[in-house]
């Protein structure tokens, strides 16, 4: 099904595995196009809650494969991010990482440099392990910061933090991008992936999916508001909505019986009216 990632799902958590390990899994225009259909996939599939990124190998994705020398990101390239050149190429595993309705973690295991870190730029949580290597190196390249990162990054860590790493250059180590608020946690190697499912099953066992689906989306596309008053009729409606829904009384009753909740809403079929409200529709 897929050539240079790997799916598998369990206990309602997708696990995509970057999977060209003999290559630090350097990424390829396939695997980008891999990556935007297992989004979209998890997006609309119900048995998923919560999907997981993580590497094969000792690295996470050490950047793009230029094994084909400078060509690999000339005019006619293809292997930034699996589109045709274009007004909008390059927005293929973006937009779908963006997008999805399911919540996101980035278990960076190893090297991510280059499109390896800011492909988790639009995921939700990242952890690393004591032995990645971070780096925004684009400048040492020539090259800009791609992948929408010069969108993200400072919204993550802040426009000082994002100016001085994407400058510089260097690799970072974990606990610098952890002081930068990029990662939320440092851990061994064989620590990291038990805690990342540690983390997707608390949102599977607690959480309702629209609620989740809901809160990404606010979280993501009001942050970055200069004040609060759009957000205010958005949220308020959704609050009402919300509150006459089955999933309202089941965490009510979850919680007043001292029980996991068991909600009843799918995000495929139960998203409320006014979603999605960005679009006017």
């Given amino acids: 099904m897929y050539e240079h990632i790997q799916c598998d799902i369990a206990d309602s958590i997708l696990t995509i595995t970057l ?36 590497g094969a190998g000792r690295a996470f994705c050490a950047g793009a494969d230029i094994s084909g020398g400078d060509q690999a990101f000339g005019a006619g390239a293809s292997v930034m991010f699996g589109q045709p050149t274009g007004k909008r190429a390059g927005s293929g595993f973006v937009e779908s990482i963006f997008k999805c309705r399911k919540p996101s973690i980035a278990a960076i295991n190893g090297p991510a440099v280059g499109v390896g870190i800011t492909m988790t730029l639009p995921m939700d949580i990242r952890l690393a392990s004591t032995t990645s290597k971070i780096g925004f190196v684009f400048a040492r390249r020539g090259l800009v910061p791609e992948a929408g990162s010069a969108w993200f990054l400072p919204r993550l860590v802040g426009l000082p933090q994002a100016l001085r790493w994407c400058y510089s250059g260097r690799l970072l180590t974990p606990d610098e991008v952890l002081a930068g608020g990029l990662v939320s946690e440092v851990l061994a190697p064989e620590d990291l992936l038990p805690r990342a499912r540690e983390i997707a099953r608390e949102i599977v066992e607690e959480t309702a999916p629209v609620s989740i689906a809901l809160t990404r989306q606010l979280l993501w596309r009001f942050s970055a508001e200069p004040d609060p008053l759009k957000i205010l009729d958005v949220d308020g409606a959704l609050a009402r909505t919300l509150g006459s829904t089955p999933d309202v009384t089941e965490g009510v009753a979850a919680f007043l019986q001292k029980r996991k909740p068991n909600f009843p809403g799918k995000v495929s079929t139960d998203m409320p009216a006014g979603y999605p409200w960005w679009t006017g529709e």
């Fill in 19 to 54: 999977n060209r390990p003999d290559k630090l899994n350097a990424y390829t225009a396939l695997m980008g196009r891999e990556l935007a259909r297992a989004f979209a996939e998890a997006d609309g599939n119900d048995a998923v809650r919560v999907v997981i990124v993580t």
